[in-house]
């Protein structure tokens, strides 16, 4: 006889998805890109400014070096390779004058796969300021941490002050407390300065704070200027970093931990589970890395080359926006602009945009424009912000065009007329859009 019993489909959501995903959505960032990329393949014409990728390529001492061990195929130790490990100690050395054993550096596939292991392994709350790196929470929430956010202001540039992290750790003065730091920053370029670091710091201490120093964007600070808290707390301060951002290689998936000598057991936990999960980083780029973080002339021409450009574009299409009535903070580092549409509000309510959600669907749809909501940063959803990544030019051409003009000269408007179009177009669309 034959069974028409038909089994059941083992990936049933309502009985088997952990509670912790159920609802998670893509990663914003990664969704638009995939979004703007189907539009731009049906023929529209799409400017992505979404994905916050860097836009230049891989320095080439680093991709020679990746071509020379493109042989190496053994699995490495699950903390990173010893001579990457003492790289990367070095290079805190000599640009921050922050001491780090290399035992203490951890390689991992990626910053954001390191950040997921350290809310794994460390038992307390975190504390994110808002606006925020779009994959802080949703790490927390799949882990099941508790989320503490502080609502900050353009007034103090989206920076958490020391008197709120103060506030908010009186409160319950024993409660273990891991604070993410970002700067410069995702989503709006803003930084801290000495002094605003010095008088963090002193916070954290005086209340054994963890800080995980998100300084994936130090190197693009746009004068060169950036500083690390760790100078200030060193015995509490994780410095997260990689070559996502500065070395323009986001797809190698290379991420590293600095821990202090106090937190060894930490980073002894969050080996433990590297090497139940991805067991090591993938050997040729490991190696590639080590040429990264040694340094030298060519990357350093590199890296002022770079931030020549992102300093002119970044204040070209600040200018702008200021120009069409959108408040924004000047940009000081990395490739970014958060904007305030709040003064278009009863014009964009007429047309039935009413959210940041809204308001970033009608300028897909009617100029093209890809950005991302303030909602997905964190912000509430009827604060009208979206953030701006202006990396959508060819990084190659923007640094080979900047090296023909001297170095204390400025790059005129005619080299983002040829090299960095689409990014001013993609804001004057926005402007034509609001006067209509």
Not at 20 to 40: C, F, H, W, Y
Not at 63 to 84: F, N, S, T, W
Not at 206 to 234: C, M
Not at 294 to 313: D, M, N, S
Request: with cysteine; glycine share 8%.
């Amino acid at each position: 006889m034959a069974n028409n019993h038909k089994p059941k489909n083992i990936h049933t959501p309502d009985i088997h998805l952990n509670l912790n995903v159920r609802g998670l959505s893509r990663s914003a960032t990664l969704a638009v890109n995939e979004l703007s990329n189907d539009l731009l393949r049906d023929g529209r014409p799409i400017y992505k400014m979404g994905l916050g990728q860097s836009p230049f390529p891989v320095p080439e001492p680093v991709v020679e070096e990746l071509r020379a061990h493109a042989h190496q195929k053994d699995y490495l130790p699950v903390m990173g390779l010893p001579a990457l490990q003492r790289a990367v100690a070095d290079y805190y050395m000599r640009r921050q004058g922050v001491s780090f054993s290399p035992a203490s550096i951890m390689i991992g596939p990626g910053s954001k796969e390191l950040m997921f292991l350290l809310q794994l392994v460390f038992y307390g709350d975190l504390v994110i300021p808002t606006p925020s790196w779009v994959s802080y929470a949703p790490q927390a929430h799949i882990i099941g941490r508790h989320i503490q956010w502080v609502s900050t202001s353009a007034e103090d540039g989206w920076r958490i002050t020391p008197e709120q992290l103060h506030d908010l750790c009186r409160r319950d003065p024993g409660r273990p407390r891991l604070v993410i730091l970002n700067y410069p920053a995702n989503p709006h370029g803003g930084t801290y300065v000495l002094e605003e670091l010095k008088e963090l710091a002193r916070v954290a201490r005086r209340y054994r704070v963890l800080l995980l120093s998100d300084e994936i964007y130090g190197e693009l600070h746009f004068n060169g200027q950036h500083v690390s808290i760790a100078r200030f707390y060193p015995e509490g301060t994780i410095i997260s970093g990689g070559l996502s951002k500065w070395c323009g290689a986001g797809g190698w998936r290379l991420g590293t931990f600095a821990f202090p000598a106090l937190l060894d057991w930490l980073r002894e936990a969050m080996a433990a589970v590297a090497s139940e999960t991805y067991t090591s980083v993938s050997a040729p780029i490991q190696f590639a890395a080590v040429r990264a973080f040694l340094g030298g002339p060519r990357i350093e021409r590199y890296l002022t080359q770079a931030r020549r450009v992102l300093r002119t574009l970044g204040r070209e299409l600040h200018r702008r926006l200021i120009v069409f009535g959108v408040p924004v903070a000047e940009p000081r580092g990395a490739f970014y602009l958060f904007p305030d549409f709040a003064n278009f509000r009863d014009e964009l309510a007429r047309r039935g945009i009413r959210t940041s959600e809204d308001l970033c669907t009608r300028l897909l749809e009617e100029t093209g424009v890809a950005v991302l909501p303030g909602m997905a940063f964190g912000r509430p959803p009827e604060e009208l912000t979206v953030r701006m990544a202006f990396v959508n030019f060819d990084g190659a051409c923007a640094l080979a065009k900047a090296e023909e003009v001297p170095k204390d000269k400025p790059l005129p408007r005619s080299f983002l007329e040829n090299c960095c179009l689409n990014c001013l177009e993609g804001v004057e669309r926005i402007g034509s859009w609001l006067r209509g």
